[in-house]
Structure formats: structure tokens, C-alpha cells
């Protein structure tokens, strides 16, 4: 059986039109995204956003203590193979050098299945 990885990448809002087009381009069109608040080294200042995002978004993230800010989740499982491509891709879209770029995991994934039609591992992914 070929060696399948998750990968767990957190970007910023703004940048997840162009990382969903770049991913789409080198083969990858299918993937979870989803909203969250986070935090990281600079302890979630939102003075420090470089990104538009709403007075009531930043309401709501000043709530949190300690501050979060508003993160987007992406969730890709993909064949090993194409793990350092996925990577490299999202880094290109998402590297600003400022705080907060974000971060990526990868992590081995055990099997994959396809619901609708049982397919298994490599064969469920696409």
C-alpha cells in the first residue's frame, strides 16, 4: 500500500481564493477548509493584521482571552508523493515574512475510505 499524509495547513482569510487556485493547479482539487481563531508567538495582537477582516470578526476575536485572530484551516489528504508539492505550494501562496503567515503539519494517515463506494486508500482520495 502507498504511504497517503494529511496535511494541516492554518493561513490567513485573504489568502485562501489564490492557495484553493494554486492547489487546483498542480492537481490538487479537493480539500476541507474551514474558519477558526488562533495565536501564535505575537500572542494574537490584532493591531498586527495585514488582512481585511470585520469590526464584528475583530469584536468577536477581542472576546477570546488571550486574543485570537481569525485563521482559516486547510485539511488535504493526498499520496506521499505529492506531499512536497502541496507543501512548497501553499508556502509560495501564503509566505508574507510577517507574523502570523501561518503554519503546516503532516501527518500519516492510517487508511481512507470512500463512502459512497467503499473504495479504499489511493483509490478514495480523487
Do not use: W
Not at 488582512?51 to 485570537?68: C, M, R, W
Not at 484551516?73 to 508574507?96: F, G, H, R, S, W
Amino acid at each position: 500500500m502507498s504511504k497517503i499524509c494529511e496535511i494541516v495547513a492554518i493561513v490567513r482569510p485573504n489568502k485562501m481564493l489564490a492557495t484553493k487556485k494554486a492547489l487546483a493547479e498542480i492537481g490538487l482539487p479537493s480539500f476541507t477548509a474551514f474558519a477558526c481563531f488562533g495565536r501564535g508567538r505575537q500572542g494574537g495582537r490584532i493591531g498586527e493584521l495585514s488582512y481585511p477582516v470585520s469590526p464584528e470578526i475583530v469584536e468577536k476575536a477581542k472576546e477570546l482571552k488571550p486574543t485570537f485572530i481569525p485563521k482559516r484551516i486547510i485539511l488535504a489528504v493526498v499520496p506521499e508523493a505529492m506531499v512536497e508539492k502541496v507543501v512548497q505550494t501553499i508556502i509560495k501562496v501564503n509566505q508574507t515574512g510577517q507574523h502570523g503567515d501561518g503554519k503546516i503539519f503532516v501527518l500519516p494517515v492510517e487508511e481512507s475510505l470512500r463512502i459512497r463506494t467503499g473504495e479504499k486508500n489511493l483509490e478514495a482520495l480523487f
